[in-house]
Nanobody, 124 residues
Framework: QVQLVESGGGSVEDGESLTLSCAAS????????MAWFRQTPGKEREGVAS???????RFASSVKGRFTISKDNTNDTLYLEMNSLLPEDTAMYYC??????????????????WGQGTQVSVSS
């Protein structure tokens, strides 16, 4: 049974850093596209960063240069390192796994498995 459990969210100030973790079970992260999405109330879920099975990464333009996505294939854990955080980064962050594929598409419908989310709040 596929499970994704996020951790690492919290409240920080403008310019600070956080690292989110996503512990995966029931499958091996090595074989699948994995991604981070975020959502604020009243808005659609948006892709933040993704990583293919071969390690290729992709970032939303709003976070490029500030966020880094990585995975630990040994421990089946996905990470999102977030630096220079801005108030507009405030959102619930979700870890996701593609339904089938090893290569990523940056749309929520491509992903069939989701964690429960972890809240990130950035104050100015």
């Amino acid at each position: 049974q596929v499970q994704l459990v996020e951790s690492g969210g919290g409240s920080v100030e403008d310019g600070e850093s956080l690292t989110l973790s996503c512990a995966a079970s029931g499958f091996t992260v090595r074989h699948f596209c994995m991604a981070w999405f975020r959502q604020t109330p009243g808005k659609e879920r948006e892709g933040v960063a993704s990583i293919d099975s071969d390690g290729s990464t992709r970032f939303a333009s709003s976070v490029k240069g500030r966020f880094t996505i990585s995975k630990d294939n040994t421990n089946d854990t996905l990470y999102l390192e977030m630096n220079s955080l801005l108030p507009e980064d405030t959102a619930m962050y979700y870890c996701a796994r593609a339904r089938y594929g090893a290569s990523c598409l940056f749309t929520p419908g491509y992903f069939g498995y989701w964690g429960q989310g972890t809240q990130v709040s950035v104050s100015s």
